[in-house]
C-alpha cells in the first residue's frame, strides 16, 4: 500500500500539467524572468501584477513640502540679494519671471514627489510676481490687473498640478473683479464668478451618468480639474462677499481721482446671486424626479424669499447655497467651508457701519426664521409623502 505522502505527491503532479494548460501563457517579454520560470513549471498561472506604488504617510509629504519652501525661499533670496537689478529694471524683472514660470512648468511636468511640486510652485508665484513688477513700467492699474487676470487663467491651463490651478484659478476671480471694478463695471464679476463655481461643482453629479451616442464630449475636462476650478471660485466669491468687500471702497477711490463714476451699482450683484440660486436648486431638483410638481415650486419659491431677505447680506445668500451644494453632494469640505464663510460674514455684518443695528437685527431674524420653516415644511411633506408610497 502506498503512504498518504506518495498519494498527494503523485495527485499534485497530476495536476500541475493541467494548471499549466488551462492558464493562458501571456508573451514572455511582459512578465519577469523569476515569474516566467516559475510559470513554464506549472507552478504559477495567471498574469503578473506590477506592484503599485504606495502613498506617502501625510507626515512625509508635508516635511517635504516644508523642504521645498524652505529651499525656494533661500534659492530667491540668494538671487534677490546679489541681483539687485532683476527687481529695478523692467526688462530684466519681465525675462526672469518668465524663465522661473519655464521652469517651474518643466518641474511640475516631470517631478512626481512632493519637494518637487512645491518648489516649483514657489517658483511659479515668484515668476508672476516678478512678470507683474516688470509690466509696472509699461502698463497702468487697468492693464495690470487685465494682463494678471489673463496671466492666471494661462497658467490655470498650462501647468496641470492641482494644488498650482486652484491658487491659479482663485487669483484669477480676484483679478477679474478687480478688472471690471476698474473699468467702471463692479458687481458683476462676483455673480459670474459663483455661476462657473456652481455650475461646475454641479457638473460632478451627472459626470459618470450615461451619454446619448455622439453627446460624449471631446473637451471633457477631468473631475478633479472642475472640482479644483469650481472651489476656488467658490472660495473666491464667499471671501469676496464675507468680508464684505463688495463695497469697493479702493475702487471709489480710485474712480474719484479719475473723475469717473460706477456704472453698476450692488444690486446687480443680488440679482445675479438670486438667479444662481435659482439655477442651482432647479438643477437639483431634476435629480429627484419623485418629487411633485408643487414640492418643486415650494422649493424655488423658498429660495427666492431667501435670496430676496438676503438682498442687503451677499454673504448670507452665498453661504446658504454653498452649503446646499455641499448638502448634496455629501462634500464636508463644502459644508465646512460654508459654516466658516458664513461665520465670518456675521461677525463682518454686525460690525459694518453703513447698516444700523436694528435693520441687521431683523435681517437676519427673518432670514433664520425663513429657513427654519423651510425646513419644518419640507420634512413634514417629504416624510408625509414617504408614508402615503408605504
Known amino acids: 500500500m502506498k503512504s498518504n505522502t506518495e498519494r498527494g505527491s503523485q495527485k499534485l503532479r497530476s495536476q500541475q500539467p493541467r494548471t499549466a494548460q488551462l492558464s ?29 506604488q504606495t502613498d506617502s504617510p501625510w ?6 513640502a516644508f523642504s521645498g519652501w524652505l529651499a525656494a525661499v533661500f534659492l530667491l533670496g540668494f538671487m534677490f540679494l546679489s541681483l539687485n537689478f532683476l527687481v529695478e529694471e523692467g526688462i530684466a524683472a519681465l525675462f526672469s519671471g518668465i524663465s522661473l514660470i519655464v521652469v517651474a512648468a518643466v518641474l511640475f511636468q516631470r517631478g512626481h514627489n512632493e519637494f518637487v511640486e512645491h518648489l516649483a510652485l514657489a517658483l511659479s508665484f515668484t515668476g508672476q510676481v516678478l512678470v507683474l513688477i516688470g509690466l509696472d513700467d509699461y502698463a497702468d492699474t487697468k492693464q495690470g490687473f487685465l494682463f494678471a487676470s489673463v496671466m492666471q ?12 490651478r486652484f491658487c491659479c484659478t482663485l487669483m484669477a476671480c480676484f483679478c477679474l473683479i478687480g478688472t471690471l471694478a476698474l473699468f467702471q463695471l463692479p458687481h458683476l464679476a462676483e455673480g459670474m464668478i459663483f455661476f462657473i463655481g456652481c455650475w461646475l461643482v454641479l457638473v460632478e453629479f451627472s459626470e459618470f451618468a450615461p451619454k446619448p451616442p455622439g453627446k460624449e464630449g471631446k473637451w471633457q475636462l477631468p473631475v478633479t480639474t472642475k472640482l479644483t476650478i469650481g472651489y476656488a471660485c467658490l472660495l473666491a ?12 471702497a479702493w475702487v471709489e477711490a480710485l474712480l474719484i481721482n479719475s473723475h469717473s463714476a460706477m456704472l453698476t451699482e450692488v444690486w446687480v450683484s443680488n440679482v445675479l446671486f438670486i438667479l444662481v440660486s435659482l439655477y442651482v436648486v432647479w438643477q437639483l431638483l431634476q435629480r429627484y424626479p419623485q418629487l411633485s410638481r408643487t414640492q418643486q415650486i415650494s422649493a ?17 445668500g452665498v453661504g446658504v447655497v454653498i452649503l446646499v ?29 453703513d447698516v444700523s443695528l436694528l435693520y441687521k437685527s431683523y435681517s437676519l431674524l427673518a432670514l433664520a426664521s425663513v429657513l427654519l420653516i423651510a425646513r419644518w415644511w419640507l420634512r413634514k411633506t417629504y416624510v408625509q409623502q414617504e408614508s402615503d408610497h408605504e
Open 153 to 164: 487663467l494661462f497658467l490655470v491651463w498650462l501647468i496641470k498640478n492641482h494644488l498650482h
Open 59 to 64: 507626515y512625509i509629504k508635508l516635511m517635504l
Open 24 to 52: 493562458p501563457q501571456p508573451k514572455l517579454t511582459q512578465q519577469p524572468k523569476l515569474w516566467q520560470q516559475l510559470q513554464q513549471q506549472g507552478l504559477l498561472s495567471g498574469t503578473f501584477e506590477e506592484h503599485k
Open 300 to 316: 424655488l419659491v423658498m429660495m427666492l424669499v431667501i435670496g430676496g431677505l438676503a438682498f442687503g447680506a451677499q454673504g448670507m
Open 325 to 353: 451644494l455641499g448638502f448634496a453632494s455629501s462634500n464636508a469640505l463644502l459644508m465646512a467651508g460654508a459654516i466658516f464663510s458664513l461665520i465670518v460674514f456675521i461677525i463682518a455684518y454686525y460690525y459694518h457701519l
Open 237 to 248: 466669491v464667499a471671501a469676496q462677499t464675507s468680508l464684505l468687500a463688495f463695497e469697493y
